[in-house]
């Protein structure tokens, strides 16, 4: 019976020894050659570079640019490239699509006409189009309290997404 237990453990222990040489032979020879392992690249970086030159690095570093998505930005000029992905000092595969984030510079928007307009629906508008708004009160004789008088920057003016808005409000004086 001890014989027999010992056989035993010797062949699983030989199936347990040429599993892991197997396996070894896979990884440190033949997966290689099947993933392509020497055509990895560190990825450079190009955050902060307008696309054109950015495009030049990838292609020099056998990558593919491809410009994914134009958002406004205040921080970055037109034209520059505020994300990529995959990310700067990755190892990656040569031949790879590099996807670019690239500001579109400040949006500018249109004051909008809401003089006559009650301050709360004027605010309601002026926040819809990205404004940030700032209420000043004006006493007026006989008029109706809470209406708009006037705005500035002025109507139809094209100011940065995200500027301040005046707008004058009566205050009805009794």
């Known amino acids: 019976m001890k014989n027999i237990l010992e ?6 222990l030989g199936l347990i020894l040429i599993g892991i040489f197997i396996w ?4 440190i020879l033949i997966m290689p050659f099947v993933v392509r ?3 990895e690249r560190i ?3 190009v955050i902060g570079l307008n696309v054109d030159s950015a495009s030049k690095i990838l292609k020099e570093h056998e990558f593919i640019p491809i410009v994914d998505t ?12 505020m994300e990529q992905n995959p990310q700067p000092n990755y190892k990656v595969k040569k031949g790879r699509k590099v996807f670019l984030v ?4 400040i949006e500018y928007v249109e004051v909008p006409d809401v003089i006559g307009k009650r301050r709360m629906d004027a605010e309601d508008i002026l926040k819809s ?3 940030d708004v700032e209420v000043e009160y004006s006493q007026v004789k006989g008029m109706e309290s809470d209406i708009v008088l006037d705005v500035s920057p002025s109507i139809k003016s094209k100011v940065p ?3 301040k808005i005046k707008i004058i409000v009566s205050k009805e004086v009794l």
């Open 129 to 131: 189009y990205g404004f």
């Open 37 to 39: 392992k020497w055509d």
């Open 7 to 12: 056989n035993i453990f010797y062949y699983v």
């Open 70 to 81: 134009i958002i406004p930005s205040s921080v970055y000029p037109k034209g520059i490239v």
């Open 161 to 163: 997404k995200g500027s």
């Open 43 to 45: 990825m450079p970086s």
């Open 102 to 105: 690239v500001s579109g510079g």
């Open 24 to 27: 070894l032979l896979l990884d």
